[in-house]
């Protein structure tokens, strides 16, 4: 398999008559889109080739160079858009992407493996680590420092603290 895509932001359907494109962004900066220009769909494959853009309300209004008409533009309504791994600048240290945290084990203080990082979903309300366990369903973790008092990316792991109710 390729290198690892980043989900980066999303088609929200068309701005005007002539062929622009709303995105909605899930970068901190969301003209850092502009920089990245050539988006990628969820297999990989070339999805938007950006040439120009401006920011709007909840993200950019963008010219692709694969669309010209508003017709166009609208038929690509909530076309996830991706970008490769390594197209992201490394991290500080003590700095990590939420993706990286994707696969990590999640363990108590202690050392017991309590599951593996399944997904990180924001619902509105903060950070939810999915943590699945060897058996049975997933549950949810806050990602806050109370929770989950240690990253260790490079150990492959996040130590979390085990909220009551979901013993």
């Known amino acids: 398999m390729g290198e690892p895509l980043i989900l980066v932001g999303r088609v929200a359907g068309a701005f005007g008559v002539r062929g622009e494109v709303r995105l909605t962004s899930f970068t901190a900066e969301p003209e850092a889109l502009l920089d990245y220009k050539a988006l990628k769909r969820e297999d990989g494959?070339?999805?938007?080739t950006l040439t120009s853009g401006r920011p709007a309300k909840g993200g950019l209004v963008v010219r692709a160079a694969e669309v010209e008409t508003r017709e166009q533009a609208e038929a690509m309504r909530g076309l996830k858009l991706y970008i490769d791994r390594d197209a992201l600048p490394e991290p500080e240290?003590?700095?990590f992407y939420v993706t990286d945290l994707i696969g990590l084990d999640a363990v108590t203080p202690e050392g017991e493996l309590l599951g593996r990082i399944r997904n990180v979903q924001d619902f509105g309300a903060g950070d939810l680590l999915e943590i699945q366990p060897a058996e049975g369903a997933s549950w949810y973790l806050p990602f806050t420092r109370e929770a989950v008092?240690?990253?260790?990316i490079s150990d492959g792991r996040v130590v979390a603290v085990k909220p009551d109710e979901t013993e």
């Open 149 to 152: 008092p240690e990253v260790r």
């Open 93 to 95: 240290e003590d700095e």
């Open 45 to 48: 494959s070339p999805a938007l």
